[in-house]
């Protein structure tokens, strides 16, 4: 799955309407997906090595065929409780504007297919329960996914956190 265009479903939703391909995944029973276009690839986690120092955003970081990749765990940055002990999940390795991401999640479900057109904003919820993380919200079947930006997932103070460690 390589990635060919880094704006992935920001720049299709512009464009005439045409199916938007996503990578659907669970954490607990919340669903969410994110545009196929941004991930670069699917894997089981791998060796994970600790930082130097503590970090509330990264949980370490994996090597991946020579490419130092920082690692988040997506129930830590939505503030669930940890994956239940030995059970392992899959990393979706993300590629964000500045940074190659892997995002902890606990399984990918399968890849659909959606209309662009049926991307509906998120809905008006209260303060607090990661609004900022979404462009939207789809249907297939009887799921709901939210449809995550991945690329507010770092502010500009997570990115300096990384170089930080990466120094």
């Known amino acids: 799955m390589e990635n060919t265009d880094e704006r992935g479903i920001y720049q299709t939703m512009n464009r005439e309407p045409q199916d938007i391909q996503l990578a659907c ?3 607990g029973a919340n669903l969410f997906a994110v545009d196929i276009m941004r991930i ?3 894997i089981l986690p791998q060796k ?3 930082l ?3 970090s509330q955003l990264l949980d370490g970081v994996i090597n991946l065929r020579g490419a130092v990749i920082p690692v988040m765990d997506m129930r830590n940055r939505f503030g669930m409780t940890p994956l239940a002990e030995g059970k392992n999940g899959k990393l979706l390795i993300v590629c964000l504007s500045r940074q190659m991401l892997a995002l902890a999640v606990d399984d990918v479900m399968e890849v659909i297919s959606v209309p ?3 991307i509906k904003p998120p809905p008006d919820v209260a303060e607090g329960v990661g609004r900022e ?3 939207g919200v789809c249907l297939s ?3 709901v996914f939210m449809v995550l930006d991945v690329d507010v997932l770092l502010g500009p ?3 300096r956190e990384i170089a930080r460690i990466s120094a």
């Open 25 to 27: 995944f669970n954490l």
């Open 40 to 42: 670069k690839e699917i």
């Open 48 to 50: 994970l090595y600790g």
């Open 52 to 54: 130097p120092r503590s």
């Open 116 to 118: 662009a057109r049926e």
């Open 133 to 135: 993380y979404l462009v």
């Open 141 to 143: 079947g009887e799921s």
């Open 157 to 159: 103070a997570d990115y």
